[in-house]
């Protein structure tokens, strides 16, 4: 009896041991969750900028400007159509302006 109790006890030191030393596996999928939530994050940035290029270049096709023509122009509308690839020419043709106007405006 004595030797079952001695081998129990040391098998449960054994399994204790091994334990701490065991690799913490809700770490590595904390990580791998944490990476996932930052791909998504990412790709869904890249699809709402995909998106707002979209609907911007369906309101420019279809021979709108970005304003109403009773609404001032701001020089934030003009930066954001020159980041988003539009050209001198083009921003002047969309805005109904000279394309010296925006060049002061982009140039301010």
Do not use: A, P, W
């Not at 030191?13 to 701490?20: A, E, G, K, T, Y």
């Not at 290029?53 to 400007?65: D, H, L, P, Q, Y």
């Amino acid at each position: 009896m004595e030797f079952t109790i001695i081998t129990l006890f040391c098998i449960s030191i054994l399994l204790f041991l091994v334990s701490i030393f065991q690799k913490d596996r809700t770490k590595e999928v904390e990580k791998q969750v944490e990476n996932l939530s930052i791909q998504l994050m990412q790709e869904m940035y890249q699809l709402k900028k995909q998106v707002s290029i979209i609907e911007e270049e369906t309101f420019i096709s279809s021979g709108n400007t970005r304003r109403n023509s009773h609404e001032q122009l701001t020089r934030d509308d003009v930066l954001s159509m020159y980041e988003d690839g539009y050209s001198i020419q083009d921003i002047s043709d969309i805005t109904n302006r000279s394309e010296e106007e925006i060049e002061d405006i982009l140039g301010n």
